[in-house]
Nanobody, 130 residues
């Protein structure tokens, strides 16, 4: 399984932007599906965006579609999440998860991943002030 490390979180004002990174080691991006998730205090974890670099496919949840953009850099073995027009409700710990490409039938199912399977990073805090 790949190991994942997130970075790029921080404090930003409403309307601002951040770019998160999910660096993978021990495996190639093309062999995995990578998903970004977030969890706000007192709330359940929710899916944000998912990608398969092998199939050049991406998926966005309604809450972020049009504001967030996911991309992959195969050379750096890193998946990015560009977040624009951030709002206070985007405040959360963001983390990425990975599962083998052959184990995922569609990107839509990624939102239901549980953390007891696959690879997961430790997360990076994003705080949006109003």
């Amino acid at each position: 399984e790949v190991q994942l490390v997130e970075s790029g979180g921080g404090l930003v004002q409403a309307g601002g932007s951040l770019r998160l990174s999910c660096a993978a080691s021990g495996g190639a991006l093309d062999d995995n599906v990578i998903g970004w998730f977030r969890q706000a205090p007192g709330k359940e974890r929710e899916g944000v965006s998912y990608t398969s670099s092998a199939y050049a496919s991406v998926y966005y949840e309604d809450s972020v579609r049009g504001r967030f953009f996911i991309s992959s850099d195969r050379v750096k073995n890193t998946v990015y999440l560009e977040m624009n027009n951030l709002q206070p409700e985007d405040t959360a710990v963001y983390f990425c998860g990975a599962r083998g490409l052959t184990t995922v039938a569609s990107l839509a199912e990624v939102r239901s991943w549980e953390t007891d399977s696959g690879s997961w990073g430790q997360g990076t805090q994003v705080t949006v002030s109003s």
